[in-house]
């Protein structure tokens, strides 16, 4: 059964999320986005495992089979082919994150022996070149890896059907597994791993994707390569790096939402910081942004990966209001905040003054 979790989907974040992802990717139309709500219709859900392999944050899940459990179970087995037909979900389910890190650590084939003939290909097998694609144009900018997708065809004759496999899947070992999980995971959120004090930060709060904790520390233990190159933030779907305008009047909406903390502020809201490593690409502060001030910039660059480091988007100065004597950010002119700035002209337009 395919779960969703709202406090992880960015349209129960902010009403102007245009987040629908996963309705686009579901090849039985199991899920209709509605305003500031996910609607699944379990009766109509194959469990293909696509809409979780497209949501930026993971919110949805299904309760037999966790794909950061899978990723620990393979680098772990002798096996060296990825196929619907023996060990995973329709492919598509694998994010790019997912790609990215399995292709780090171990040298895998996908097996699309399958894709051709199959039922829900029309959706799921575009978004599985595209992730394949999408993580080999990276992999070509930090190693020396690729990612290889052929046409096996795994079958077994006493194939178990999907069902079947999961049960046996869930069952064996399933206890150990999930305890070797959980201490992998809480290995990732150790600040000894040599993370920034913002990603220990977002990490601790647990607002990072399982799928990026494996991309970071797997990223953290590899070898920087000799030269960092640039990336054409067009083709990337799972991170962006931004720039904030001059149209932007700190109204903090964007880094009040952000679901990961990539971007955030300091205790007076006197600066925006933006962390590329910690941004999941949910659109969510361009989306909430009315002035449009927030940019993704032509080219994201590879030193990110392997030296993460919080930008500064914006400064702004913030003084007092000196009539309420709260902080706002100051533009030039009157040192009255907004707020009673507005309740002034409302006194003034009540009692007819000029
Ligand atoms: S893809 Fe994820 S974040 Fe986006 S609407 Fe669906 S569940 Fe929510
Ligand atoms: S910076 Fe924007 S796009 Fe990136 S995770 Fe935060 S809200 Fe989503």
Redesign the pocket.
Known sequence: MIQLNPASC?RYYAKSSECNKCEVICPTEAIKVAESAVNIYQNECIECGACMGVC?TEALSLNNFDVTEFFFDFIKSDESVISCKSNFLCLAALSVDHLLSLALVKDFVLDIGHCATCDIKERCFVQIESNIAEANYVLSTISDKEIQAQKIGVTKEDQPNRREFFNIFTLKGAATLHKQVKEEIEALENPEIGLSSSHIQAIRQKNIPNKRKLLFTILKRMEKPAEYKYLENEYLSF??D?VVDESCDNCSI?YR???????SSDKRFSTIY?DPL?????????DVCEKGS?QITEYFDTKEFFEPEQKVLKKFKVIRCIDCGNPFTYFSGEQVCPRCKIEEEEAKSLWGIE
């Open positions: 960015v930026p991170t962006s931004k964007c939402v952000c679901p990961t903390q990539a971007l933006f910690l941004c999941v690409k949910c659109h969510l502060c361009h927030i």
